[in-house]
């Protein structure tokens, strides 16, 4: 047992060696493929554009629920009228990022996974290679810079249909004052706080894309390979994100 454990270990630290070592080489030739656009506007089209529905149904939907929370328990204490500020700020440093980057993880993680991992089994990969094409630059480092930046721009628009949903709730359906609704969010909101979320959305991205296309590029070139690859993408987004929220939130509060 103890050997396994140690087999065990030893295979987490040279897998995690190996993906901070690819890691590093997706940062080292990104700025020759940021000279070309194409490659990466396609890319964050399909990572972004194409999670617009699903991230702003679920922010709503969010937005509502933080907006009935934050009313029934706010009500307990006479200040239902800090509903706007308190949902405001749960979307802005908590919800919008992690919720987010879980939904990104499910969605776009995984179908840069099995994309990239559907080419290392066709033999794709290999053939860029016989063809004296990098396939890290031409595959990886779009489909990575397109994550990344795809992440903070979904991050925006689910915190801001969120912040719809909590209005929606708040205002026409128990009866909050839309002006104080508003210019409460406005005071109870400081620019800290939206740089906050945009820097956890930032971080998220990163992580989030690199372990989609480490997964789908390092993927055993067989279709259950592939399927774990998409399965691991998935979950080792989740555990990732929520150590890095619990990481960066001790941070800012320290």
């Not at 656009?37 to 999670?51: D, E, M, R, T």
């Not at 939907?61 to 500020?85: H, K, T, W």
């Not at 949902?87 to 990022?97: F, Q, T, V, Y």
């Not at 099995?114 to 063809?131: F, N, P, Y």
């Amino acid at each position: 047992m103890i050997r396994d454990l140690a087999e065990t270990f030893g295979g987490f630290v040279r897998t995690f060696g190996a993906s901070q070592l690819f890691f590093a080489r997706l940062l080292a030739e990104s700025p020759r493929v940021l000279l070309r656009p194409s490659l990466v506007s396609k890319q964050v089209y399909n990572a972004g554009a194409l999670s617009l529905v699903l991230i702003m149904v679920c922010g709503f939907f969010v937005g509502a629920v933080i907006g009935l929370q934050s009313y029934s328990n706010l009500a307990r204490f006479g200040a239902e009228d800090q509903g706007g500020p308190f949902s405001a700020l749960a979307l802005m440093k908590e919800l919008g990022p992690v919720s987010t980057a879980l939904l990104f993880a499910g969605r776009a993680g995984t179908a840069l996974a099995a994309e990239i991992g559907l080419m290392r089994v066709t033999d794709q990969l290999s053939a860029m290679e016989m063809m004296a094409i990098d396939p890290v630059v031409r595959v990886a480092v779009p489909r990575f810079l397109g994550g990344a930046f795809s992440l903070p721009l979904l991050v925006a628009i689910f915190t801001s249909v969120g912040i719809l949903g909590a209005y929606v709730v708040g205002v026409p359906l128990m009866g909050l004052d839309s002006g104080a609704f508003w210019s409460e969010m406005k005071l109870g909101v400081a620019l800290a706080d939206v740089w906050d979320g945009f820097f956890k959305s930032f971080v998220f991205g990163i992580a989030t894309s690199l372990i989609a296309v480490w997964e789908g590029y390092n993927c055993q070139p067989t279709a259950e390979g592939v399927g774990r690859a998409t399965t691991r993408t998935v979950v080792i987004s989740a555990v990732v994100v929520l150590i890095f929220d619990f990481m960066l939130t001790t941070i800012e509060i320290t």
